[in-house]
Each structure stands twice: as structure tokens, then as C-alpha cells.
């Protein structure tokens, strides 16, 4: 196929999707490549001291440096990849357990619902973040512990919305239909239930990553992620904040990106409930 055809073929898609919400979801794209190839993308070094301390951004240094004189482009670069790449994956985690949780209980139904159903309203009745902080702290510091007291509290969702759609999707003809003519068991669900549930969970998960990642950045801004020297973009806004009156450009610019993030993945989001709407 050529490319003339493969942008022809999305083309229906973007136009569902509105052109701010299509900005979104290239630039979560944009993102994905960047964190994906933050080590080959950064010009130094992020952890080794390349200049001056405090040094302004510039053509040598488009960031500037930070007080020990790193490059500071290349520690927000490699800060996308600590972010963002294990904001996904609590995003595909929660999605992958919660989502199977809901999918069972909707199909099954009778005590195995009914078990599964009491447990997610426990977890979406406490305190999702005071959980979170204080399974991180007794874990320890560290960004696998972070992302598993994350975890912990996040997949409630998927589970909760996998298994009223897949109650909602039982009752439609199709599938009563293929009750009838004597579908059962896996195939029943792999063939008529999960496809039927699959935009609601993706939606959410695109929106999920926004939260996620902003749980990320407070919980690493709070000493709960990597310890320093990691570039977390969360923690190296905290080391900075001190200077922020004077080397404006240190806790500005890792909070911007975090920021931008944020609002890229939010439309991204956006778009593909839009996109799936008018489909």
C-alpha cells in the first residue's frame, strides 16, 4: 500500500476525531518515540557533569545545565522515558487484571460476580492516594514500588467497567443469538463479549494515562520515585524548586513537560471516544 493510501485510510478516522484531538494523539505518538528513544535522542550524558553549573539554556545547551552542571535537555529527555513509559504500563496493567477481573464477573455472574463486585467497591471506597503513598513508603523508594502501590488502586476501574459492559452486552440479540445456537465458554467471550468492551476500556485507558502519570510525577515529587541521580521529571521539579526565583528554567521546564504529557494524552483521549462514536 502506498503512503498516499495508508494517510487516505485514516483519514475518515481523523476527521471523527476532530483536528485538536488528532494533534493529541500524534503528539502522544511524538512522546511514545521520544521515551522509547530517549538514550540515542539525548546529546550527553544525563548523569555526567558536561559544563558549567546554572548555566542559561543556549545553542550548546538548549536547556542550560542544572547545579552540577549535567545538560539538562538530556535528563528532561530521558525523564519523558522514566515517566512516561511506566505511566503506560500501570495504565496496561490495571487494564490487562481489571479488565480480566470484570470480564469474568460479568460472564460468570451468580457468587463469582458477586465476590468480585464487594471487593472492587472496597477499593474504590478508600483512599486511593493515601494507599498509594503508604504502600510506597513501606516498600521503600523506588519506581517499581511506586508503580505497584499505583496499581494497587487503579485497576478497580477496569473491572468495574468491563463487567457492565460485558452484563450490558449479554443482553443484546447478537449474542442471545449465539447462546442459542450453542456458542459457550471462551469462544463466546472472545468472540461476542470482549470486542464489545474493548472501546469503553481503551477510552478510559487513554484518559487513564493523564492520571497516571500526574499520580507518578507527585508520588516521585514526594521522594517516592527513583532515587537521584534518575531523571524523574517529578523529582528533578522538587530539587529545583529552591532555585526557582533565580534558575527559572530548572523546576519550569521537567513541569511543563509533565504538563504537556498530560494534555497530549488527555486529547488523545478525546479523540478516539469520538472517533469510535461516529464509527
Known sequence: MSRLKIFASWQPFLRRAGWLESIGIAGVLIVSLVALLAPWIAPFD?????????????????????????????????????????????????????????????????????????????????????????????????????????????????????????????????????????????????????????PALLVTATHDITGVIMTLSAMSFLGLGQPAPAPELGAMTARALESLTVFWWLPILPATVIFLICLLANLAGDGIRLAWRGA
Open 46 to 198: 544525563p548523569d555526567v557533569r558536561v559544563a558549567g553549573a546554572y548555566l542559561p539554556p543556549s545553542a550548546a545547551h538548549w536547556f542550560g545545565t542544572d547545579e552540577i552542571g549535567r545538560d539538562f535537555f538530556s535528563r528532561i529527555v530521558l525523564g519523558v522515558q522514566y515517566t512516561f513509559l511506566p505511566g503506560v504500563g500501570i495504565v496496561l496493567v490495571s487494564l490487562v487484571g481489571g479488565g480480566g477481573l470484570g470480564l469474568i464477573a460479568g460472564a460468570v455472574g451468580g457468587t463469582l460476580d458477586h465476590i468480585i463486585e464487594r471487593t472492587v467497591d472496597l477499593f474504590i471506597v478508600l483512599p486511593a492516594m493515601l494507599i498509594a503513598l503508604a504502600t510506597a513508603a513501606s516498600l521503600g523508594p523506588g519506581l517499581f514500588n511506586t508503580m505497584i502501590a499505583i496499581v494497587i488502586f487503579w485497576w478497580p476501574v477496569y473491572a468495574r467497567i468491563c463487567r457492565d459492559e460485558i452484563r450490558r452486552l449479554n443482553a443484546l440479540p447478537h449474542v442471545e443469538a449465539a447462546r442459542v445456537s450453542g456458542v459457550r465458554g471462551s469462544r463466546l467471550l472472545l468472540r461476542y463479549l470482549l470486542p464489545g468492551a474493548i
